[in-house]
């Protein structure tokens, strides 16, 4: 089974910081990874797909990279809607994988 | 843009099977993979399985042997059932929907607590 682990666990960052989140896959995924971000009390909302496609109607300050094993999720200038719970999870046609999330708070 | 919907009963007792269904609008049934995932209170997201139109299931090894999944195109639904739950099983259950392209479309969740 493919494991997803993700870091950091939590991340403080103020208005406007350069974020990044990074997913490891414990073994090859090709591009099969997607970022969502997750509010309290709401449902994941999916930001990037195929590790770097960015979904319709997200904010281009998100931008996904990498492919095989190591990936990143970078938010290029958080702003205060941003604060809230990341997820990278592997997802194909046989199985999926989450990584533990990132949450990032205001510092 | 495909939308989903879970429906299902809130409250399921220790040892009774958990039932919900999703219902599809927008997209094709005979396209996507379509998948359960659930998330404890205050904790992370689980896989649960897929299914596709054809009815081929693929489930997560750690609830193989207490889950089954239904398929009706017909319909634009499929319905998962978890047998013999506990209270470990309490839950926001969501309902997926993927594309061939690996676009990832969610429901917006329903919670589903077990309890005497």
Not at chain 2, 60 to 77: E, I
Not at chain 2, 78 to 94: E, M, R
């Amino acid at each position: 089974d493919i494991q997803m682990t993700q870091f950091p666990a939590t991340l403080s960052a103020s208005v406007g910081d350069r974020v990044t989140i990074t997913c490891r896959a414990s073994h090859s995924i090709g591009n099969w990874l997607a970022w969502c971000q997750q509010k309290p009390g709401k449902a994941p909302k999916i930001l990037i797909y195929k590790a770097s496609s960015l979904e319709s109607g997200v904010p281009s300050r998100f931008s996904g990279s990498g492919s095989g094993t190591e990936f990143t999720l970078t938010i290029s200038s958080l702003q205060p809607d941003d604060f809230a719970t990341y997820y990278c999870q592997h997802y194909n046609s046989n199985s999926r994988t989450f990584g533990q999330g990132t949450k990032v708070e205001i510092k | 843009q495909v939308q989903l919907q879970e429906t299902g009963p809130g409250l399921v007792k220790p040892s009774e099977t958990l039932s919900l269904t999703c219902t599809v609008s927008g997209g094709s049934m005979e396209s996507y993979w379509w998948s359960w995932i659930r998330q404890p209170p205050g904790k992370g997201l689980e896989w649960i399985g897929y299914i596709y139109y054809s009815g081929k299931i693929n489930s997560n090894p750690s609830l193989m042997t207490r889950v089954s999944m239904s398929v009706d195109t017909s319909k634009k639904q499929f319905s998962l059932k978890l047998n013999s739950v506990t209270t470990a099983d309490t839950a926001v259950y969501y309902c997926t929907g993927t594309s061939p392209r690996g676009r990832d479309y969610w429901g917006q969740g329903t919670l589903v607590t077990v309890s005497s």
